[in-house]
């Protein structure tokens, strides 16, 4: 271009001349080398105008008429780029026409984020209210069991002057708190500070704030270590550990008195709230289900006391409460973890009852009265899963996580994902959600953006998800393996590309699994009962179940949900053998079925559970 | 003289496609060209000359080159393409075919004496 201008320069063209050709290529507004062309050829027009003028006047003058001729500057120059960009080549018409296309979809893209992350969720329903509704019967609060269960749990630890200094005198006699492995040595010398302090606090009986806060966390640390006992079977704690475990219990009475009374009340249920007192689902706080626990421990543990000091009616009484507070727990459309929890119970409850039935000979009159209230008690047990709970926590996340309904259906905000995110426990995270979650990849929201299901479509396959759920609940382990039903593929294929929906919703394959073990526990303690009554009265065990049933001494024929048909039942010269075959649906012949510890394995295992004889635990220590 | 530019813009591109049937020629010796064959009966703008050329060139018309002169200087000079003689029989039929129904509205009055 350079070049050019100096050129018209050289040709002593009139500087109007000169400043009209300049403006001309100015307004053209185009590629350098196209304007460096038209320059060179108005120049060559105006110095073929001009050759002939004699005088500098006179090419003055010539020019300007030459200029009015060409006349508007800004009109030619975009005469000019219309016309040479119609010279321009097809393929770089293709170029030109691919980066304008380019250029408005990238604009697109800006607005459509900018519209994606504007936008907030709107709470229109409330579903904590909704679940409140739904486990509420429509009785008096009088019949409600919860307020006793909680008074429980708030007496719950507290121990006597007396159980204290027995663990100051007999710590080293006692296992360790919360320990094994490599924090034996630390808890050993813990247990020998507590045991210090247990002698100071009780020997200065002082009345001041810092000596309650003392004894309140020696009470916490002494009755971990008690929690600890209490999970242990009995035959592995020592003469000591037991007598420490009595002294808790004796403690503990008035906690474990009123369990039991909450146990006689027809229902149990809570009114469920959160944290911040929103009716935020994912903020729920969930009743003492831990401290639940520790309350059905102590309470078989001291059935099972009862029953060493041959007091068996106190000893089934305590191991009825037990399982009835599992009922209570499980309770009617309460979350799953209530559930398993409640189940947990339950099946604490039958293991114990089982071990003292192998372990004692109990005579026909109590064992036909606790059969026949044991039989009352699971009369109208629902074994089935509720989901009903999680289903409208769902709902909760996908209105609180999704904007309000426009154009799109609703767009998933990830703010908020991310909060609710962090309230999940258990949460196993892979590489994309990483990068959506930890923002390693600034590509990871666009993938959201244009790959993730709007919020009608969550919602569909979230309720797609619970029906599958609730369908399956009705199909024993047999069914499903006939059917051939693949439970991850159905629900993947559900929940496909739903980032959503692939954090907060749960496979509850195991868990309907487990419902359908609780129910086979339960009929095969029932049965044990009528096996042994028949032998009692009989003097020996009858050769098939189904002489029960026809004699009266259970209802039903156990079922193994495993195959969909009876329990195996044999009977052996001395006794008999009843058991499932487990979840490899293969008859072992009714081998137990030991861990890597060599310990009997119930449910866990691939293989046989037998439910009689109760398997021999291999005592350590 | 001045015509109407509607009247003109039609038939500028036949002009330019005649003269330059009959030889190359660059921008400034092409209007002088279309003033002196036509009796100086037509002019054609500097402004409309160059972007016409451009069209005709776009359109495939005519293709433009950049030669030395006699003189020795450097211009760019046109030439017809096969495509716009095609293009100029064409028109010019039309044009004839255009006149002959002018003049029989004209009751004869465009026909020269």
Known sequence: MAKKLAYMHS?????????????????????????????????????????????DEEKERKAKELIADFGDVKLLGVLLRRAKKRCRPLWRTMVARTFQTVGILILLLIVYIGW????????????????????????????????????????????????????????????????????????????????????????????????????????????????????????????????????WIEDQKEALDLVVAGTQKPYYWQKYGSKQNTSEMMSILLPELANFKRLAYSLLRRARFGAEQGRYEDAFSDMKSCYRLGQHIKGDNTFVIEQLVGMAIEALATQRLRDILSEYEIDSIVLTKLQNEFEQIVAEEDFAMSFQAERLSIYDVIQRCFTEDRIGGGHLCLEEFKRLRALVADYDSYSFLEEIIEERAWTAPLRVLFTHPNKHETFRAAEELYDYWESLNLKSPARIRTEGIDIDKDTMEIIEGNILLDVFATNFGRAIEMSYQIKAEVQAIVTIMGLLRHKNDKGFYPQSLRELTGEGYISELPMDPWTDKPLVYKKTDESFTLYSVGRNFEDDGGEVVRDYDGQPEMWGGEGDVVFWPVPEFEVKR | ??????????????????????????????????????????????????????????????????QATDSGRKRRYYSITG?????????????????????VVFGGALTPA
Request: proline share 3%.
């Open chain 1, 11 to 55: 040709e002593n063209l009139p500087e109007c001349a000169i400043d009209f050709i300049k403006l001309v290529i100015r307004q053209m507004r185009y590629r350098k080398k196209v304007r460096a062309e038209v320059m060179a050829e108005l120049a060559a027009h105006f110095e073929d105008e001009l050759k002939d003028c004699k005088s």
């Open chain 1, 116 to 247: 994606f992350l504007m936008g907030e969720p709107v709470i229109s329903v409330d579903y904590l209210a909704q679940l409140n509704q739904m486990v509420q019967p429509a009785v008096d609060e009088s019949l409600n069991a919860a307020p006793l269960y909680e008074k429980a749990v708030q007496l719950y630890g507290k121990c006597s002057d007396d159980f204290l200094l027995f663990f100051a005198e007999n710590y080293k006699e006692i296992g360790d708190p919360l320990v094994g492995g490599r924090f034996r040595r630390e808890g050993r010398l813990r247990a020998e500070e507590l045991a210090d302090d247990i002698r100071q606090l009780l020997s200065t009986k002082q009345e001041t704030d810092l000596a309650e806060k003392t004894r309140l966390q020696i009470e916490s640390e002494v009755g971990t270590t008690a929690s600890v006992l209490l999970t242990r079977r009995y035959q592995e704690t020592s003469t000591i550990e037991r007598k420490f475990i009595k002294k």
């Open chain 2, 1 to 66: 003289m001045k015509f109407e530019s509607q009247l003109l813009k039609g038939i500028a591109p036949v002009v330019v496609l005649e003269i330059l049937s009959r030889g190359q020629m660059y921008g400034y010796e092409l209007s002088q060209a279309i003033e002196e064959r036509s009796g100086e009966i037509l002019t054609l703008g500097k402004g409309t000359l160059y972007p016409l050329l451009y069209n005709l060139e776009a359109k495939r018309l005519v293709k433009g080159k950049w």
């Open chain 2, 83 to 103: 495509k716009g003689k095609g293009q100029l029989a064409k028109q010019k039929e039309q044009l004839k075919e255009l006149t002959a129904g002018l003049n």
